[in-house]
């Protein structure tokens, strides 16, 4: 039986020039693990109008929030954590300070998943997630 996943993705932390990560990595790298039944996308006001609808066309429902995008992630993440239909959270975030929504979900028997850029990923989270999936893309130069 494939797992039900619930996908949270920090944009502004995750979706950074920088990092050079395409969504559409994050939902091939999760369809070998199971059906994603949530997929949401939290972004700033400030977003612009061509990734929401990126994130829209790619069938993720995105999240705008006028003040820090952390919140939201963790309340969306715990709708997930208490919703009996979803077995696995996948969370696109790399900071440790989402360590006790990871905690939360494991006592909750949910299975998690971190999915993030290898750039700058918080060890805890590393240490702390039932698996992880690096992206890993270099930005090629101009030829």
Do not use: C, W
Request: proline fraction near 6%.
């Amino acid at each position: 039986m494939k797992n039900s996943i619930g996908l949270i993705v920090n944009g502004p932390n995750v979706l950074l020039k920088k990092f050079n990560v395409d969504l559409m990595d994050i939902l091939d790298a999760l369809k070998s693990l199971g059906r994603i039944v949530v997929g949401k996308v939290i972004l700033n006001h400030n977003t612009p109008s061509r990734l929401v609808k990126v994130v829209i066309e790619y069938g993720l429902e995105p999240i705008i929030v006028n003040g820090r995008a952390d919140v939201a992630v963790a309340v969306e993440a715990m709708k997930i954590i208490y919703n009996p239909r979803i077995n696995t959270l996948a969370l696109g975030v790399r900071d440790a300070h989402f360590l006790p929504l990871l905690l939360e979900a494991k006592k909750a028997g949910k299975k998690v998943i971190i999915i993030a850029p290898k750039k700058d990923l918080s060890q805890a989270l590393q240490n702390t997630t039932d698996e992880i999936i690096k992206l890993s893309h270099p930005i090629l130069p101009n030829i």
